[in-house]
């Protein structure tokens, strides 16, 4: 960033949009950031995983595995108040819907949500539980997961800005508040951030990791572009949940 000086406004703009934190300071020129503020998605997603970290170490010498794994899945979803969620329950409808790209946008804009929206969200919250069960039973492996996996889904967030453009170009959106040329660099920070992370908490497995994440985040983006030409607020919110997913299935992998 050309100057550091602006980069925590920017971080404190980052945090109100992705979480439900009370954060206030410097909230009235949140209208100058919010461009800038996707160079500051990636440690948003850091400070996500490591406040998710904090919480669950406590609880895990009190709750069962299970238990405790529902926490952790309810903690990833409400942390944004389930924000990424509807983005994925309005794609879901949408994008899988057999209209085209004009009907597909404008059903991803309707509030109601279908029966592919349930079936997506069940099927997703289902698997993060099926990943995060057998790692809930060791807390340093559940820490990690909960440290990578935010981190991992709002880089995916910075890569899908990066390679796909806005799909509602002349509508408008809250996702056009945010996409900018500096997506780039913000996916190619939040990369490095999360070798550096990740190679603390899972050595050279993070590459694996990566890996798996990522190839979900260039299919899905590539599904998108197919689509609609583009990516929406909405399909940003899915392009999270979906690498999210996929980074704990690849710390569930990398467990055994």
């Known amino acids: 960033m050309p100057n550091f000086r602006l980069f925590f406004p920017a971080l404190f703009c980052a945090l109100r949009f992705l979480t439900v934190l ?7 020129r949140d209208g100058e950031f919010f461009q800038t503020s996707v160079l500051a998605f990636p440690v948003a997603g ?44 309005d794609s879901a409808d949408g994008l ?13 804009k309707d509030s109601r949500s279908g029966a592919m929206a349930v079936a997506v969200m069940v099927i997703i919250i289902l698997g993060k539980f099926a990943a995060l069960s057998p790692i809930a039973s060791h807390p340093a492996s559940l820490f990690s997961a909960l440290i990578i996996a935010p981190l991992t889904g709002r880089v ?39 070798v550096a992370a990740g190679f603390i908490c899972y050595h050279l497995t993070i590459f694996k990791i990566i890996a798996a994440s990522f190839a979900v985040t260039l299919l899905f983006a590539w599904f998108c572009k197919g689509k609609i030409g583009g990516a929406t607020g909405d399909t940003l919110g899915a392009a999270c949940e979906l690498t999210e997913l996929a980074a704990l299935i690849a710390c569930n992998l990398s467990f055994f």
């Open 96 to 108: 899988l819907s057999s209209h085209g790209r004009e009907k597909t946008l404008a059903i991803m």
């Open 156 to 194: 995916g967030i910075c890569l899908t800005m990066a390679i796909l453009p806005y799909a509602r170009a002349t509508e408008g959106g809250i996702g056009g508040l945010f996409y900018s040329s500096l997506a780039r660099k913000a996916a190619a920070g939040g990369i490095a951030l999360l």
């Open 22 to 28: 009370p954060l206030r300071w410097r909230q009235a």
């Open 46 to 89: 850091l400070i996500i995983g490591l406040f998710g970290a904090g919480l669950a170490w406590p609880l895990s010498s009190v709750l069962r595995p299970s238990l405790l794994a529902w926490f952790a899945i309810f903690y990833l979803s409400g942390i944004s108040g389930f924000l990424h969620l509807d983005g994925l329950a």
